[in-house]
């Protein structure tokens, strides 16, 4: 969630940043350019524009795979996206905030480039996390059966 929010919500960003190492990045966030007109969305959008999404996929990707995440948050999130009920919920909500945040950009993004760029990107952190759980202690992977009672004490 934190990943999501990161992409709009500059203090979200900034603190995966520092997480994974990318402080440098922090002022990125502040200097994106905005179009005066609404504009269509194109792979030639501004620099400023590319450069951020470029560091936000890849430093959340980090932040998501990191060491020190919990083997089962990482597991049950993998399991998630591969749902078919929870995935696609994860996938049109990616999609509303990555056309929210070209909105206030003043790109137009069609709702069907939107849910192609969310699957990309999904596929993409899946991938990144079975690699990192292939690393991660094989005795917590083994627990297949982890309620959300059981995480959050509720």
Known sequence: MLFLIALIYPEAS?????????????????????????VAFSDTIHVSLR???????????????????????VQKFSELIS?????????KSLATVF?????????VLSPEKSLA????????LKTSMEASLLHM??????????????LFGI
């Open 99 to 107: 056309r929210f945040f070209f909105q206030e950009k003043n790109i």
């Open 137 to 150: 202690d094989s005795d917590l992977k083994e627990v297949k059966e982890i309620r959300e009672r059981d």
């Open 83 to 91: 749902s078919s009920v929870q995935g696609a919920v994860a996938r």
């Open 14 to 38: 900034y603190y995966l940043l520092e997480k994974t190492g990318q402080g440098a990045y922090k002022q990125n966030i502040l200097s994106l350019y905005r179009y005066g007109e609404p």
């Open 117 to 124: 760029y969310s699957d990309f990107i999904l596929s993409q």
């Open 51 to 73: 450069d951020w999404i470029t560091v936000w996929l890849t430093t959340g990707e980090q932040f998501i795979t990191h060491p020190e995440a919990s083997v089962v948050l």
